[in-house]
């Protein structure tokens, strides 16, 4: 493929192709493009995602954010009724990360899919950290409304991946599966705003005690001792974030 079709005229773009594996093409050294987290997975980085090289499952690429300030990426509304519109950002900040491919059960692992759900729930919940800082002090969310932001949101999310996968389902002989249960979205979205918000716990306290009497509550007892959620919250599998300033 590097070679190209000089017949054709045709020829690929270096820049856009991804290896794992080391190259030698014409005496030039094509290097591999690889990304490996604490937990020593590795995965090749390509147009967004990050394909996990032993498995081929499919994850987002969130390493564009190492380094990088957080705030870049949120745009704070200064209208009337700031709470609504917080909550209006909060499953705006989501939807990009509702695609399907992340969440079927053809192509990832009850794990990796409990997974990608946690960390679209950590960039939401810095970027919402951000955007709390950003908004004017007069007419300030209360803790327990901004709680209830956060659970909208994770029902949100839920709904609108099933809709996706359902949409799919009826446009093409694939049939995606989509085995996340609503407990699980709830419960993996609320640890993620705990352990992001647990960072910044000097302006979130009042937020983080609901969030953890939530957790704690009959209703996520069960869920505890998934192995699946266990291995999802694991922070050496996301430890791109903590290299992110929110």
């Known amino acids: 493929m590097h070679k190209g079709f000089e017949d054709y005229n045709c020829y690929t773009n270096?820049?856009?192709?991804?290896?794992?594996?080391?190259?030698?093409?014409?005496?030039r050294n094509l290097a591999k493009n690889i990304y490996e987290t604490e937990d020593g997975s590795c995965f090749m980085q390509w147009s967004g995602l990050l394909i996990n090289c032993h498995t081929l499952e499919i994850q987002a690429d969130y390493t564009r954010y190492c380094g990088t300030h957080i705030s870049s990426t949120v745009t704070v509304s200064r209208q009337k009724n700031p709470g609504y519109h917080m909550m209006v950002k909060l499953c705006q900040f989501m939807r990009p990360k509702c695609h399907p491919i992340f969440y079927d059960s053809n192509i990832n692992s009850p794990t990796t899919v409990r997974l990608n759900a946690y960390q679209a729930f950590l960039l939401c919940a810095m970027k919402f950290h951000v955007y709390m800082c950003s908004m004017p002090s007069v007419g300030a969310c209360s803790p327990r409304y901004v709680f209830q932001a956060i659970m909208k949101t994770t029902r949100y999310m839920y709904k609108l991946l099933k809709q996706r996968m359902h949409s799919i389902g009826l446009k093409s002989s694939s049939r995606p599966i989509f085995s996340l249960q609503r407990k699980e979205m709830e419960w993996l979205g609320f640890s993620a705003y705990h352990k992001v918000l647990w960072r910044k716990q000097s302006r979130h306290r009042p937020l983080l005690s609901l969030l953890e009497t939530k957790l704690q509550s009959l209703e996520y007892q069960n869920l505890v001792a998934s192995l699946d959620l266990q291995f999802a919250v694991d922070d050496s599998r996301s430890s791109m974030f903590w290299q992110i300033h929110y």
């Open 14 to 27: 270096e820049q856009k192709t991804s290896l794992n594996f080391d190259m030698e093409l014409e005496g």
